[in-house]
Structure formats: C-alpha cells, structure tokens
C-alpha cells in the first residue's frame, strides 16, 4: 500500500496514525521522501479482528520533506481503514475525561493570538464559510459533550455561525447555532472509532475570538 505525498517537518511525537485489522500480519512501515530514498523504517505486528488504531513513530529529522508511506505485508493479512500523520499529545478519553484543544491547534482563517493560542475572526475580512475545523483525529466509541469556548464584539442574541460534527462517513447530527451571550455546545456519538471533524461556518456578522474547544466524554 502506498500513500499520497504529505509534507513533513520535525515536531514533537511525530508518526503516522494507522487504523488497521488483520491476522498475524506481520507489516513493515517505509517513510520515502519525494525522491524515494528512506527516511523511516519500522516493523510491527497486527493481530486483531476489530478496527485498532497503531502508532508508527517518526525519527526527528530537520527541515520540510515531501513523503509518503508504503506498507508491505510480510505475513498474514492485512485490512487499512485511515491513515493519518500526526505530532504532539493525542490520548484517548476514558469515561468522565476532558480534553482541551487551543483554537489555534485547529485548520482556521483568521488569525491566531501568539500568547494565548486564541483565533481572531473578522467580520470585515474573513469568508462567510467553513473557515474553522479539525481536529480530525480519533475518538473512541462513545457519547461526548463538545463545546466552543469564545466572545464577540456585539450584542447578546446575534448569531455568530453555526457548527456540527463530521466523520469519513460525512456529516454526523445537526448544526449548532453560535450566538453571542450563549453557550455553544452540542453532543457528538462517536459510533466507530473514527476521527472526528468540528466544522464552524462563519456568518461575519460580528468580530469573534475562538479561544477553546472542550470534549468531554459521558460514556
């Protein structure tokens, strides 16, 4: 199996996240870099009938490289679902866990606050759009509370934007008003261990700060 090219650079923790099955696989990992030399190289093992999700750690290297995947199958059988790259702490939430998400962590317009990793929104400049989303990253089966922290520059009872959930499979639930003065949550079933996506569309009619976003797990 071969990947398209992403670009890389170092970071922190940096690895492909793989969501795989099969039985006594025995599978081998190359990382090749836009001209095909290696630049990883690692060997594991898959043997589970359920969807699983396995970490293949990155060696640092510097600068930004072209690269792309090939995983070869030594032994056994082997199913792939979703292959992600990914850098920085991503753990999975048990029952009654939070996790807090900087807006900045998230793909945006805008711009972001440097001290306090917040995104600017502009009424003036940005796009009446999907223009804040992510973090496209796995969640465990379960129910969640997910809910935007922000302000406005307006009055309370103006609706800023709406957001809603989405998976690989596409659009999961209802859209959630955004509206100034007003919590903005909503409750995401996560049915398979899929990543998940929170969409915001924009509606410009205030200027807004995006400063969190809160996933708490009920079950």
């Known amino acids: 199996m071969l990947t398209h090219h992403v670009g890389l650079s170092e970071a922190p923790d940096l690895r492909w996240m793989l969501r795989l099955r ?4 025995q599978v081998r990992g190359t990382t090749r870099d836009g001209a095909g030399e290696v630049m990883d190289e690692k060997s594991f093992s898959v043997d589970t009938g359920e969807w699983a999700w396995f970490k293949v ?18 032994a056994g059988s082997l199913d792939v679902s979703v292959v992600l ?14 996790k807090n998400l900087p807006a900045a962590a998230f793909f945006h317009d805008g711009y972001m606050d440097i001290d306090t990793a917040a995104v600017r929104l502009r009424k003036d400049y940005e796009r009446a759009d999907l223009i804040f ?17 922000f302000d406005a520059e307006t ?6 934007g709406a957001f809603a959930f989405a998976t690989p ?3 999961q639930g209802q859209w959630h008003p955004v509206v100034a003065g007003d919590r903005a949550v909503g409750e995401l079933v996560q049915d398979a261990n899929l990543p998940f996506r929170l969409a915001l569309r924009y509606a410009r009619a205030a200027d807004m ?11």
């Open 57 to 74: 750690p990155l060696d640092a290297f510097p600068g930004f490289n072209p690269a792309h995947l090939e995983m070869s199958v030594q």
């Open 209 to 219: 700060t995006l400063h969190a976003v809160r996933i708490r797990r009920y079950e």
């Open 169 to 171: 499979h596409g659009e």
């Open 22 to 25: 099969g039985r006594g696989a």
């Open 155 to 160: 009055y309370p009872g103006v609706r800023l």
């Open 85 to 98: 790259v990914a850098a920085g702490e991503w753990t999975w939430l048990e029952p009654g866990g939070i």
């Open 133 to 149: 989303h992510g973090p496209d990253l796995p969640l465990p089966v379960g129910r969640y509370e997910v809910e935007i922290f």
